[in-house]
């Protein structure tokens, strides 16, 4: 399986980048990690008459603190994402997830923001970036602008994006520290894409919880929050009887697509489970962090 | 030939039994092993292949179009262009109402399968082949099909070959007693419609062929990556009509096989009809896509059971209808009937059985052929009669163990003809048993099953005895007149000048590390020195005949042969050792590569002595001298019973169903094990291949015809993770009566971990009344139970 | 479009100049353009792990890189980890723990093995066995390479 030709333009810097994919007339992709773009180019079901290299712009690849956000450049690899000291501290939740990306080999080469910008609803950094109120920041010949996470993503492998625009970093919100939080997911084997998984964060403030936020992903056409369920949650405290609520609520809305590994109906099932999984971890986590 | 006598091998440190670290390893591990792939001779060629993508349809036009523009593309050919160059392969057998479906290189006015080849490009790169490719588009008239086994067998489905009058070209019964009285008089029966699905073998390397024509010599070298480079020689020397000396099939390292790489392919015969046709070497390497689409698949097999069984639980009949799905095509050279008829001869399995009637359709469908996957039909008959062995266990409220206790086949039974007429000649059966459950503590097991169980944790106890035949000598064939002889293996050994000795076999390695085993097997019965040995194999042009490394033969068959040749070299060289030294010859020891005399201090190295017969001009009256060689070739004639109990416990999360496996052991009758180090590796690659069959794998056709698993993410194969450690028990018990007393083991694991792991997930599920039939069992199938159960006992 | 390039590379310390289609996959490059067929070619997907190679000191799945990404890089392929007469430490564990048969998966394993005790907590069998997941092997069973691997963990683990 070998790629369809392609020009090959070593970008050198977002300027340049986006001006050679304004010049492919709408037929030019970015590569930077190359994980989820090369094995499509290897089959053939992608065929870019140009291929811009990003990998060698310089400070694409930093993790920094920007006010109450982190931003991670558009080079910022999952490997860096799995080790930085700051994400470690200001959203664990994240940190945590990066084990069940792919396997440490692809997480060597692939990116936050490339993943972002793949938009597969079973990968995790599309759903974190929605979790984490993330904000996409775009650069085109025509110039900067700025996207959130919610409007960034349309569909299956389908971003707002433009043809002639690059990614150059996204934003997302720090968590507070005494923010509990819960990551489940479930794949058929270790690194997997995963049939279904969950991320939760909320705080605890006066025995109730507040901030709730609730992502999720395999479970649709897209990665989503959980709005409905948010809200049902905010303010209440959370046992065993709000739990049930909030899951029977879940599924009743959630309308998952039927594959080859899960059916509709597990896929909804196990969604509800991974939820009052990561929704109870996550509570314990809030009440122990405001306890600290 | 002569049982294994262990007087006959002087007291001295051994080389077999011994943990030798192998002999391929430093060029494998260095980086420099040689896989057809890294071969280039100048001004090779490359080849991309357009597949259909129609399961059943006629071809009505092949259109280029701009293909020959493309830089690099040298021809491209469809079927009318090479026909009339070759004759097909016809996969022969006497069997009754048989089809012998020919073997084409190309798909000729029809295609069968998606997958199936039509168009081949060939370029000066496989990119620019990818690339013409793109440009043909080819004109398919669709034609009706049955893509299920079960539509497929039905009166009116559309036929794929229409030569053949039916889809159901294998058809075989095998019965004794009679088993519908036995089932109609029996207190407790049990039954069910089993369905193992398909399987593909996934061999790390894709199947790889490289095809020379030399023009001096009108002659075809074939560098393949096959583990039957004979059979491949043998009729392609007909194909073609080229003599054995003119025709040659090399296999060089080889990633794998499990059987994927063990029958003849169109592609094979494609790059040799272009290498003859454009005098050039001629490349094509599968990518994993076509692998996945194309090579040969196996174990897709639907199984409607029922076993009758008294109230102490001794087996009464045994009752089986089995429709199994050989694809489009009957292989090369097993014929379609490899493995469907292998699930009902060994359905019986160890047990004493009187009753029985196993009735096997083997039925063609628009899928690649079902070819040999690792245990052949074995993994499938298991599976369904562990699962009924359980299944009655549980109706007459028996442990599953003690249940096979008082049915397996005690050691003062052997010989043992089973219900469908295989010769158990004798194996552990009982002892395997037993020492698989010492091993895990059995009752300590199931009381810890029990605790987590109250703990509401759903953990599962399973386990499966199997027996199975290995180095199979001449009397036993797959199919009744194929083409080819599986039973016989010829060594071929000499000391050259230089006292180097070279030992040629038939076989054909490609993991199972021969080049070592077989050199432990020389080292102690030839008396010379491990390291002068130097194994040779997968060599069409090594031995007269040839077949190669498949069905778990070539330790029993290779070291035989190993054994006969090395005695008859070593008594050359004790003769020639005897006069050299003025010795008598029954004086004389060889051991570590020196012949010592028992009645003097004197000794000679086999350097020395080979020195002398050849080079040393009458060293040795000419009328005594004779070169320091021969070629033996051994036919065990029947099989050697091979057996092993499984035993695995299991736990499911009891919310996403998910399955670990969180013990597993083997407890098996291995014979006289030549290298412990290989025999394990060998049981713990092919459980993994079992854990994949019992909850990770499955090849899925749709309802249109279409190959659903196109890459690794969809196929699923296990990964590290997947896999527990393996407790391996060897049994230790009588030697089968062949040479050597050795047995092969390649296939076990795969034979018996499906049904210990279906038994176990059925125990965890047992509370809420499921009984699993299906493999894989995913934890997609295991929510559609819980929830049919729920529904059921609702509706109750 | 599909202009030859230049690229000079690093492998195994030896710097090699080349002109290339952009489009050659580094796993072609290696194999048939430098002769190095020690990687090799499992699924072209990276799915398996069989070219994995290392770059710039970290593991990469060579069949998902273009050799012109690596203009100006330090690859090491399994060649540089040892020869037939002299195996590498990790060559050397793999032989005495039978962590291979038919060696094709086996040169990826051990790169990543290599990326794994550089710069991986390797702290019980579980940690080993998910640093492995990303490679397939079908004929082992895992178990093997898993003890090599515990052992060149330990062995890095007392150098420390």
């Not at chain 1, 039927?258 to 509709?264: F, H, I, K, R, V």
Request: proline share 5%; glycine share 8%; hydrophobic share 40%.
């Amino acid at each position: 399986m070998k790629p369809a030709y392609f020009e090959y333009v070593r970008a050198e810097s977002a300027e340049h980048a986006v001006q050679t994919l304004a010049s492919a007339g709408g037929d030019g992709k970015v590569i930077a990690g190359g994980q989820s773009l090369m094995p499509m180019m290897n089959f053939r079901l992608v065929k870019p008459s140009v291929l811009v290299d990003i990998n060698r712009i310089p400070g694409l690849d930093a993790v920094q603190i920007r006010g109450d956000k982190l931003v991670l450049g558009a080079l910022v690899r999952h490997r860096m994402t799995a080790t930085d000291a700051l994400i470690a501290e200001h959203i664990p939740v994240l940190h945590h997830a990066m084990k069940h990306v792919a396997h440490l080999t692809v997480r060597n080469r692939g990116t936050f923001c490339g993943s972002v910008c793949h938009a597969d609803p079973a990968a995790e950094m599309p759903m974190m970036s929605l979790l984490l109120n993330g904000v996409v920041r775009i650069v085109s010949p025509r110039g900067a602008r700025a996207l959130a996470a919610q409007e960034f993503f349309v569909g299956s492998l389908v971003t707002a994006l433009e043809p002639d625009e690059l990614v150059t970093e996204i934003e997302i919100d720090k968590l507070l520290p005494d923010t509990g939080w819960g990551f489940e997911e479930f794949a058929r084997r270790h690194g997997d894409y995963a049939l279904a998984a969950v991320a939760v964060t909320m705080r605890w403030r006066e025995g109730l919880a507040s901030n709730v936020r609730i992502g999720m992903m395999g479970v649709g056409e897209m990665p989503m929050r959980a709005p409905q369920i948010e809200a049902m949650l905010e303010g209440r405290e959370i046992n065993s009887t709000t739990i049930r609520e909030a899951i029977d609520a879940l599924r009743a809305e959630l309308e998952p697509n039927s594959d080859l590994n899960a059916s509709a109906d597990y896929r909804r099932h196990l969604a509800g489970v991974l939820a009052r999984r990561a929704i109870t971890d996550a509570w314990a986590r809030a009440e122990k962090g405001a306890a600290a | 030939m002569s049982a294994f006598d262990s007087s006959s091998v002087e007291m001295r440190p051994k080389m077999v039994g011994q943990r030798i670290k192998r002999t391929e390893d430093p060029r494998l591990l260095a980086g420099v092993g040689r896989y057809v792939d890294d071969i280039s001779p100048q001004g090779t060629l490359h080849v991309a292949i357009r597949r259909s993508d129609q399961p059943h349809a006629r071809i009505r036009g092949i259109h280029v179009g701009e293909a020959f523009t493309v830089p690099g593309v040298v021809a491209i050919f469809d079927a009318t262009d090479i026909e009339g160059d070759f004759k097909p392969a016809v996969p022969t057998s006497k069997m009754k109402n048989y089809y012998a479906t020919p073997i084409w290189p190309l798909a000729r006015g029809k295609v069968r399968y998606v997958g199936e080849p039509v168009v081949a490009v060939v370029a000066e790169s496989r990119y620019a082949a990818e690339d013409a490719l793109e440009h043909i588009s080819i004109d398919y008239e669709p034609l009706p099909f049955a893509i299920r086994q079960i539509d497929a067998v039905a009166d009116d489905a559309p036929l794929l070959h229409e030569e053949a009058g039916s889809n159901v070209i294998i058809s075989r019964e095998f019965k004794r007693g009679d088993v519908d009285k036995a089932i109609a008089e029996a207190p407790v029966t049990v039954k069910g419609v089993f369905r193992m699905t398909r399987k593909t073998a996934v061999a790390m390397e894709n199947r790889s062929y490289l095809a020379e024509w030399d023009k001096r010599r009108l002659a075809l070298t074939l560098h393949s990556s096959t583990n039957i480079p004979g059979v491949i020689r043998d009729v392609l020397s007909s194909c073609f009509d080229l003599p054995g000396n003119r025709m040659r099939v090399v296999a060089p390292d080889v990633g794998g096989s499990f059987g994927g790489k063990g029958s003849l392919y169109s592609e094979e015969m494609l790059v040799c009809v272009l290498a003859r046709k454009l005098g050039k070497p001629i490349k094509y390497i599968t990518d994993r896509l076509e692998d996945l689409s194309s090579t040969s698949q196996a174990f897709d097999e639907l199984m409607d059971v029922e076993l009758a069984v008294d109230r102490d639980g001794k087996l009464l009949g045994l009752r089986a209808d089995v429709i199994g799905d050989i694809g489009a095509y009957s292989i090369y050279p097993w014929t379609g009937a490899l493995e469907p008829v292998q699930v009902v001869s060994f359905l019986p399995g160890p047990y004493r059985l009187e009753h029985y009637r196993g009735r096997i359709r083997g039925v063609l469908t628009p899928k690649p052929p079902t070819g040999p996957y690792r245990g052949v039909g074995r993994p499938s008959s298991t599976f369904a009669m562990e699962r009924l062995i359980d299944m009655a266990a549980r109706k007459i409220g028996m442990d599953p163990v003690e249940m096979r206790r008082r049915n397996l086949i005690t050691a003062d039974e052997f010989p043992y003809r089973t219900a469908s007429g295989i010769i158990w000649d004798k194996s552990a059966f009982q002892e395997c048993l037993q020492g698989a459950c010492d091993h895990v503590d059995y009752p300590a097991l199931v009381r810890e099953r029990d605790k987590a169980r109250k703990e509401g944790r759903w953990v599962g106890i399973g386990l499966s005895s199997y027996a199975e035949l290995t180095g199979i000598g001449s009397r036993i064939s797959v199919a009744p007149g194929m083409p080819i002889n599986t039973g016989t293996e010829t060594s071929s050994i000499r000391i050259d000048a230089t006292g180097a000795i070279t030992a040629a076999f038939g076989i054909s390695s490609h993991g199972q590390g021969l080049e070592t085993t077989l050199a432990q097997v020389i080292a102690d019965e030839l008396g010379c020195k491990m390291e002068d040995v130097e194994v040779q194999h997968g060599d069409s042009a090594l031995v007269p005949m040839s077949t190669g490394t498949f069905a778990s033969r070539s330790a029993v068959l290779g070291g035989g042969a190993a054994t006969l040749a090395s005695r008859v070299v070593k008594t050359k060289v004790l003769k020639a050792a005897a006069y050299l030294m003025n010795q008598p010859v029954e004086e004389l020891e060889a051991a570590g590569g020196i012949i010592r005399s028992r009645a003097s201090n004197v000794s000679m190295t086999f350097k020395e002595v080979a020195n002398a017969v050849y080079s040393q001009m009458g060293s040795i009256p000419h009328e005594q001298r004779e070169d320091l060689v021969a070629s033996e070739t051994y036919d065990p004639y029947l099989g050697t019973a091979c057996s092993s109990t499984h035993l695995a416990m299991v736990e499911i999360d009891p919310e996403t169903y998910g399955v670990t496996v969180r013990r597993y052991v083997v407890a098996e009758d291995c014979g006289r094990i030549i290298n412990p180090m290989i025999v394990d590796g060998q049981v713990q690659g092919a459980v993994a291949q079992g854990i994949g069959a019992a909850l990770l794998e499955e090849i899925v056709y749709d309802d249109q015809g279409q190959f659903v698993t196109a890459s690794l993410a969809d196929y699923l194969v296990p990964v590290a993770t997947n896999v527990p450690q393996i407790g391996i028990v060897h049994i230790e018990a009588d030697l089968p009566n062949n040479i050597g007393g050795f047995r092969g083991m390649g296939e076990g694991g795969t034979i018996g971990a499906p049904a210990a792991i279906a038994n176990a997930v059925s125990d965890a599920l047992s509370p809420l009344g499921i009984e699993v039939d299906t493999l894989p069992v995913t934890p997609e199938r295991i929510f559609r139970m819980i929830e049919a159960a729920r529904v059921k006992s609702t509706a109750d | 479009m599909n202009e030859r390039t230049e690229i000079t590379v690093s492998v195994n310390g030896l710097s090699y100049t080349r002109r290339i289609e952009p489009r050659m996959l580094l796993t072609d490059f290696l194999r048939h353009e430098l002769g190095l067929t020690g990687t090799h070619v499992g699924c072209e997907h990276g799915v398996c792990g069989a070219c994995t190679v290392l770059l710039d000191g970290r593991s990469a799945r060579s069949c998902l890189m273009l050799a012109v990404q690596t203009d100006g890089a330090d690859i090491e392929t399994v060649e540089g980890q040892g020869t037939v007469e002299n195996l590498g430490r990790i060559q050397q564990a793999f032989r005495d723990h039978h962590g291979l048969q038919c060696g094709f998966c086996t040169p990826g394993f051990v790169m990543t093995i290599a990326d794994m005790l550089r710069h991986h907590n390797l702290d019980n069998d579980e940690e080993i066995r998910e640093a492995l997941s990303g490679n397939i092997c079908r004929c082992t069973g895992y178990e093997h390479i898993v003890n090599a691997v515990r052992e060149l963990a330990k062995e890095r683990g007392a150098l420390k």
